[in-house]
């Protein structure tokens, strides 16, 4: 935990006073949280990294009142911690300690501003939860790609804030590419109206992309029109049992070839991962009745026209295991086993979580580098601790891996959470070196939040610092909008 976020509270009830007398008669009662009960969820980030305080919860329910709550703090110098789903892996939407931030909750932003299918276009309010984005473009015939493991809880806003990513970038990309117009007020109160269902618009620089990624830093998404994609015809599923992370990276380009854009998914699953999923997460088997050190979950979309794409894949892995690239593969038949081999690949967190303490980190390097990548960082990590377990698995098809570290088996090594975790800081310094060695990423899909604050200056390029402070200061220059993220502000 950042110690320089320590500082004692030095919330003062009197401007807070002014602050909900100022907002009741906008927001009223649902809006305005300060009850202990109805504040503690906001307090303690998904990982349980972080214990911040707030001197209010507000949950405005329009962007008006997103304007009135952003203007009333900023009249009083008051900073605002923007807030969705918390799902975040690195702190970014969780008050600091010192407990003079308001938290700016989405979750009354929740409408679905409209639905456009001729112009494959959704307009939705940040508080939307991703899984009703996919069910509203579902109900319109359409599809929204973006998937990830917590779309039940994650929302629009985050999703966009930290630019997520997830199992579908391979073929439709982050979610930057997946938007067309946003919505944002902005530190000073004035609403950035770029809400705008366009694919062409070369008029000056392209403002909206500023707060894409920018974790709240530069203002309040409220709402956003985001692409849509013609409903899929269906899907082909296969699960791939390989000697190595090599033949998986030869294997990927051997698909792409044969099936073009299809390939939606391309995912790496290493042996202790699958065997972590198959000992702590009920209801799974395995898929293979072999053992292979690496396995591929791969997805296919098929559009009307494709529905020769599975025999396709069925192919193309046939002929990879006859020149031996591909020990064995299963192809789903039915959508029970579709959804069978994806829970293999999406229980990996939670049953790494069951097994221990995990050092996590989320790197990206170029795909034809993972290889190399994985044996220099398994050195790192079997020096660094003995006896602890690599879990490195993740989105091979976009070079990211989700390079985590379990505690060694009992008795092999460090035995409790705590000398286990002891080891992160001087794992994570010589990680994230390799990573800068391959010219790569030390946060590829999970932001900065506040967790990785110091390894942003530590490894981004200082011009590119330095545009960002720049970019920053004209946007905020009081340093009200989720301070302690995303830049070192020197607090
Ligand atoms: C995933 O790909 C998520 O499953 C979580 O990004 C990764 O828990 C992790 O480290
Ligand atoms: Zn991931």
Redesign the pocket.
Known sequence: VDPSAQRPATADPAPLAELIAELAPQLGNRGLLTAPVDVEPYLVDHRRLYRGRTLLVAAPATTAEVQAVVQACAARGIPIVPHGGNTSYCGGATPTESGVEVVLATTRLRQVRAVDPANNSITVEAGCRLADVQDAAAANGRLFPLS??SEGSCTIGGNLSTNA???AVLRYGMMRELVLGLEVVLPDGRVLDQLRGLRKDNTGYDVKQLFIGAEGTLGVITAACLKLFPAPAGHATAWVGLASAADAVTLLGVLQSALGDALTTYELVPTIALDLVLEHVPDTTAPLSSNHPMHALVEVTLSALDSDLPARLEQALGAAHERGLVGDAVVASSLAQREALWKLRETIPEAQTREGASLKH?VAVPTSDVPAFIDAGRAIVERSIPGARLVAY??LGDG?L?FNVSPPKLGAGPGNARDFLAHGPALKRELHDLVAQFRGSFSA??GIGRLKVGELERYEDPVALDVMRRIKRALDPQGLMNPGKVLDDGR
Do not use: A, F, V
């Open positions: 990830l493991g990513g997830g199992t989320d993740g989105h990211n989700h899909e999970h």
